[in-house]
């Protein structure tokens, strides 16, 4: 059965390394009190995700998978409870929160990265690149004991033929990295704009912006052409140019800008709103993924579910693409000396409820 579960993931995550539908957004809101708000958008337009919350108690010990698909890697012992929401299975954390205030999440990082080739020998310190989140979460409380972890670790693939990630880290300082593997090896990246999404690198990306120096909030001043006289249409002409398609640059350059712009909230609660209203934006409807003659798969969004993380207050918010109601899980309402281990599908129903208005 456990082999069966693995076969599924890892037929996912193939296709992944192949196709457009795997997209993930991610942008960072700071509010007036002092709060950070990481969020982030998770899309996999090729079938149900069937994701899931996880709540992990302090003591709680699991295994890391290898490649094979066998639990024979790191023990992964909690330090610290944590909150983590879940793709395939409930292993394989994609974001998440721990009682620290320690916000981790991978992101999908197709043909760019590279582990280090899998050696039995180092198994004990062996982790799986789809573990990395609840591992993080579990042992680590701040940016800082992150990258220690990692230098000690060999980060590697349940099957080496998979898309590979890369993934945020934010500790309650406010302090933000990006990790990225390639040719084997970690490195490190200060996340000053807070923003991230796919493929190229995240270098690259912050280049990229350069090609839209050009772009203002508010509305583009009026031009001369010869003798016309040119003139905005409406309000937000400044953004003229600003890229619309799915691709990751595109996502990260509309992602900057919006976030850039949007007014800075008093509150926390009023900037996880804000987060929500922004990753709207990012929401890909299932369709534009798949090519003409072929046939898409039986989904409302390929953007699965969107989240934000309040870490001052210690709250993950999320909503999916069968309920957009915001939902929220309250990390200091939770005793993590006492909680059990559970998990449970982020959605109770199969589709958007619709509440009937009462005309009197």
Excluded at 74 to 82: P, T, V
Excluded at 145 to 172: E, I, L, N
Excluded at 289 to 312: C, F, K, N, V, Y
Aim: glycine share 8%; with cysteine; aromatic share 10%.
């Amino acid at each position: 059965m456990r082999k069966s579960i693995i076969a599924s993931a890892t037929a996912l995550l193939l296709a992944a390394a192949t196709t457009t539908a795997t997209a993930c957004t991610g942008i960072t809101l700071r509010s007036a009190d002092g709060a950070c708000i990481p969020a982030r958008t998770i899309e996999w337009g090729g079938s149900d995700l069937k994701s899931r919350y996880v709540i992990v108690p302090r003591g709680y010990t699991q295994l890391s998978y290898v490649p094979g698909g066998v639990k024979q890697g790191m023990e992964l012992e909690a330090k610290y409870g944590y909150v983590g929401l879940a793709v395939e299975q409930e292993e394989f954390v994609a974001e998440g929160l721990n009682e620290a205030g320690l916000s981790a999440g991978l992101f999908y990082f197709p043909r760019y990265g590279e582990y280090e080739a899998y050696n039995e020998a180092d198994k004990a310190t062996s982790i799986a690149d789809l573990q990395l989140v609840p591992w993080i979460l579990g042992s680590c409380r701040t940016v800082d004991d992150v990258k220690a972890a990692v230098a000690g670790a060999h980060v590697v693939a349940v099957d080496p033929r998979a898309s590979t990630a890369h993934w945020r880290f934010t500790d309650a300082s406010g302090r933000q990295v990006i990790l990225e593997i390639t040719d084997g090896k970690a490195h490190f990246f200060e996340s000053k704009l807070g923003v991230l999404t796919n493929s190229p690198g995240y270098e690259w990306q912050l280049t990229n912006l350069n090609n839209y120096v050009n772009l203002l909030p508010g509305t583009a001043p009026q031009n001369r052409l010869d003798s016309l006289t040119l003139t905005s249409f409406g309000a937000g002409s400044g953004f003229l140019g600003l890229p619309g398609d799915v691709t990751p640059p595109s996502r990260f350059v509309r992602a900057a800008f919006y976030q850039a712009s949007t007014p800075r909230a008093a509150t926390a609660t009023e900037a996880v709103r804000q987060c929500f209203q922004i990753l709207n934006n990012f929401d890909i409807p299932v369709g534009i993924e798949t090519a003409r003659g072929e046939q898409h798969a039986d989904l409302p969004s390929a953007t699965q579910w969107t989240s934000a993380t309040d870490i001052m207050n210690g709250r993950i918010y999320y909503r999916t693409m069968r309920n957009s109601a915001i939902r929220c899980i309250d990390l200091k309402a939770v005793d993590f000396g006492k909680v059990k281990y559970q998990t449970a599908p982020l959605d109770d129903v199969t589709e958007q409820p619709v509440v009937m208005v009462e005309v009197k």
